[in-house]
Nanobody, 124 residues
Framework: QLQLVESGGGLVQPGGSLRLSCATSGFTLDFYAIGWFRQGPGKERKGVACLSSGGGSTNYIDSVKGRFTIFRDNAKNTVYLQMNSLKPEDTGVYYC?????????????????WGQGIQVTVSS
């Protein structure tokens, strides 16, 4: 089974930054799209950023464009989510997920491989 482990979450003030890491094993990033998803309090899980297999393209929801960046380090087999200018509405549990496909997908149930999630809290 493919494994994904998130790290780097925590508490940050509005306007601050965090970098989340998704350490992967059991597969190659060249053949899997990697997405970051967020589940806020009382909300459904939703994709926020995605990196296509091979790292050729990225996708972001409108609310994080210009603030979040998804990228990967192939040597470390790790995908990152750099989050800048954080807002309270960014608060939630962040999950990384893998999909054996070139393109990302907004259909959350279609993503078969998930990390356990990590809490990000943006509050003053």
């Amino acid at each position: 089974q493919l494994q994904l482990v998130e790290s780097g979450g925590g508490l940050v003030q509005p306007g601050g930054s965090l970098r989340l890491s998704c350490a992967t094993s059991g597969f190659t990033l060249d053949f899997y799209a990697i997405g970051w998803f967020r589940q806020g309090p009382g909300k459904e899980r939703k994709g926020v950023a995605c990196l296509s297999s091979g790292g050729g393209s990225t996708n972001y929801i409108d609310s994080v464009k210009g603030r979040f960046t998804i990228f990967r380090d192939n040597a470390k087999n790790t995908v990152y989510l750099q989050m800048n200018s954080l807002k309270p509405e960014d608060t939630g549990v962040y999950y990384c997920a893998a999909l054996e496909n070139y393109y990302c997908s907004g259909y959350v149930p279609g993503w078969p491989y998930w990390g356990q999630g990590i809490q990000v809290t943006v509050s003053s």
